[in-house]
Each structure stands twice: as C-alpha cells, then as structure tokens.
C-alpha cells in the first residue's frame, strides 16, 4: 500500500499521530525556472527588443535632425526666407534694409501684443497688395513671355536705393486696429503662425517676447494669445 508521503504534492509535510510525512520540494533547472531568455534590459529600464527600430511606439519618433523649417514670405515682395537666410527675423531685417519697414520699431514703439501684432502684419500686406507692380517684376514678366530677351538698362538694387514701394503709414495704431486685418491677407501665411518669432532675441523688454514668457507661464495673457491664434488658424484654414 502506498504511503502517505507518496501521495504529497512536492513541498508538502504533514503531521500526524503516526508520525510526520514530507514530500521532497520540487526542483527547477534554471531554463524552466526563467522561461524564454529576455534581452538584458539596461540602466534606463528598456531592453534590447524595446530598443530596436520597429518595436512599436518608434513609428512617433521623429528622427534627429529632421526638423521642420518654416518658411515666410516677405511682407513687401515675394522674396522668401527660411533656414538659409534667417529666418522670420531674417525677414524683419530685409523690410527694413530695403522696404524701409522697421517692424521692430512700430512694435515696440506702440507696444504692439500678439494680437495687434496679427492685424500689423496684414495692414502691411494689404498696403503692398494694392501697389501696382514694380519696373523689376514688370520687366521679369516681360522676358519669361518672350523667346528672346535683351540685356536690361536698370541698376541693381542697394540698401541706400529708395524702396520700390513707399511702406504704410505707422502714424498710429489705429491705422491697424480694424478686425479686419484679422483676416489674412496672404493664403496659409507662415508668418501668422510664427508671430512670437518676430520678437526681437536681444531685447527682453519686447512686447512679444514678454508675451511668450507668460504664456508659457499659462495666465491671462498667455491665454489671450492663445485665444488669438487660434481665430487666425480658423480664419485661414476657413
């Protein structure tokens, strides 16, 4: 008859008046014990398979390097700036050297916020879109209409020639204060979704600059601005 020890789950004792019964504990090789081995993980918790390319979650990682450069047109001809030629404040450089549009100094001088700083942007863009053509854009229209072209008469721009256009007056902020340079005046205008880089970096008393400080702050007028941009992105994409 067998005993009661034979009948024991591994690791069981039992006692009784006939004595104690124990069954031996039940041993594991160390490939049962562990199952199928696992990458080694490292110090930042993530192991060899969490690290490999097409493990999931890598398809929203951007790759280093692959940064999206924003490109805005200039607020008085066509000429664009992006990476390669500085930017928004590149930009703001080129109005004033050869528009004689000194956005920094209307800004500052009228202490123009976020929200004004949209309506300037489009008061100067529809001042230009009402200005006739210039001799330059007439005489490039000319010569890609044409089989042949002849050299032309006129001298290179400079920064101490006058601009092709007079720039807008600035005379007062109420010359831009109208809802309705809300309303973009150039179709998908980068510079309206790019406003706070407008502010000028060496100076910290810029009304943008202040701006974008609180706003990353979160209070009130962090949010005013955030309200603002988001009637602008409405209002272009609509």
């Given at each position: 008859?067998?005993?009661l020890q034979e009948h024991l789950p591994a690791g069981w004792r039992v006692q009784n008046s006939s004595g104690t019964f124990s069954a031996p504990a039940q041993s594991y090789s160390d490939e049962e014990d562990e199952g199928p081995a696992r990458p080694r993980r490292g110090d930042d918790g993530l192991d060899e398979e969490d690290l490999r390319p097409d493990s999931p979650g890598w398809e929203d990682v951007e790759p280093e390097g692959d940064v999206e450069v924003v490109e805005v047109i200039c607020l008085g001809c066509e000429e664009v700036f992006g990476g390669g030629n500085g930017g928004v404040r590149g930009m703001v450089g080129h109005c004033l050297r050869v528009h004689g549009v000194d956005l920094d100094g209307v800004r500052k001088g009228?202490?123009?916020?976020?929200?004004?700083?949209?309506r300037l942007v489009n008061y100067i863009r529809h001042h230009y879109a009402q200005q006739p053509p210039t001799q330059q854009t007439q005489q490039s229209t000319t010569s890609t209409s044409t089989t042949t072209s002849t050299p032309s008469t006129s001298t290179p721009s400079s920064s101490s020639s006058p601009p092709p256009h007079p720039p807008p007056s600035f005379s007062t902020p109420t010359l831009w204060a109208a809802?309705?340079?809300?309303?973009?005046?150039?179709?998908?205008d980068a510079l309206l979704y790019?406003?706070?880089d407008l502010a000028?970096?060496?100076d910290p008393s810029d009304p943008l600059a202040e701006t974008e400080d609180v706003e990353a702050e979160g209070n009130g007028v962090g949010r005013e601005a955030a309200r603002a941009e988001r009637v602008v992105v409405g209002r272009a994409l609509g």
């Open positions: 008859m067998p005993s009228n202490a123009v916020d976020f929200l004004a700083t949209i809802d309705t340079f809300l309303q973009p005046v150039l179709e998908n790019s406003i706070t000028d970096p060496d």
